[in-house]
């Protein structure tokens, strides 16, 4: 009996493991999704720069298997992510810069949604 719930809470700890490993890019997908952010800096257009780190990170997590848009993806997979609420303003400043035409976004708005987006994608290499 003894051995039996040994067995059992041995069985537990490896399914619990396995179910709170962190997922990342498959290898097959990592090179892709690396040249794409090694790209992000050579983008000079600030509010461009910001499109390009969400559509980025957006790439990253369909590569995990998730479908959806940014924001359905972030409501269900953001708090996986190093740094959920700054993803979630940068992924706000992108939504504006794609919908308001006039919009004029600063050097610091964009470094820092683009900083954010990139460690965001990062962290799921």
């Not at 537990?12 to 990342?24: D, E, G, H, Q, Y």
Request: aromatic fraction near 4%; charge should be positive; charged fraction near 25%.
């Amino acid at each position: 009996m003894e051995y039996l719930i040994a067995i059992i809470a041995l069985v537990l700890m490896v399914v619990f493991f396995m179910l709170s490993r962190k997922k990342r890019i498959p290898i097959h997908a990592r090179s892709r999704i690396q040249s794409l952010i090694n790209h992000i800096p050579s983008v000079k257009d600030q509010a461009k720069r910001v499109l390009e780190a969400d559509k980025v990170l957006h790439e990253a997590l369909k590569s995990l298997g998730v479908q959806g848009s940014m924001a359905e993806l972030l409501r269900t997979h953001g708090s996986k992510l190093p740094n959920e609420q700054p993803v979630w303003n940068a992924h706000k400043l992108r939504n504006r810069i794609a919908h308001e035409p006039q919009i004029v976004v600063s050097e610091r708005e964009a470094t820092k949604a683009t900083e954010a987006l990139l460690k965001a994608t990062r962290s799921l290499l």
